[in-house]
């Protein structure tokens, strides 16, 4: 297993997510063995009519953070795709940063299981939660 570090994560940032996943401009926070923290900033273009962060936004932030999650937990980034996602939105989330804090709950040999808490900055109280599962991709030669 190779070391799953900070630079090794910057640079999954740019190699592996798609541009408009990099648009969110994402910042890692915190990586271990049992997870990762992500930051999203708060932009108004993340917003619907109504000034509150969009449901899709909040979504792509709980599923990217859990393969920084998946891949911190096993050293390195390996390919996965994403299987089910439940998301559960428990109060609004406006005029603030987001961050996501993945756990994994179980990491196998070809599927991976998590979950996400999503608050915003300064306030512990969640805005959403998230349950997802992955599975687990043969490298690519």
Request: aromatic fraction near 6%; charged fraction near 15%; proline fraction near 5%.
């Amino acid at each position: 297993m190779s070391a799953f570090d900070q630079a090794t994560a910057e640079r999954m940032l740019t190699d592996v997510f798609a541009p408009w996943i990099q648009a969110l401009e994402l910042s890692i926070e915190s990586l271990s063995p049992e997870g990762a923290v992500l930051q999203m900033p708060f932009s108004e273009r993340l917003c619907r009519d109504n000034g509150v962060i969009c449901g899709q936004a909040l979504m792509s932030l709980a599923d990217t953070a859990m393969v920084f999650a998946v891949s911190s937990a096993g050293g390195a980034y390996r390919p996965m795709t994403t299987v089910d996602q439940t998301m559960h939105f428990l109060r609004p989330a406006a005029s603030a940063d987001v961050l996501a804090d993945a756990k994994v709950v179980r990491l196998g040999r070809t599927m991976a299981f998590g979950s996400v808490t999503l608050t915003t900055v300064g306030d512990s109280r969640p805005v959403a939660m998230a349950q997802l599962a992955y599975a687990l991709l043969p490298e690519s030669k």
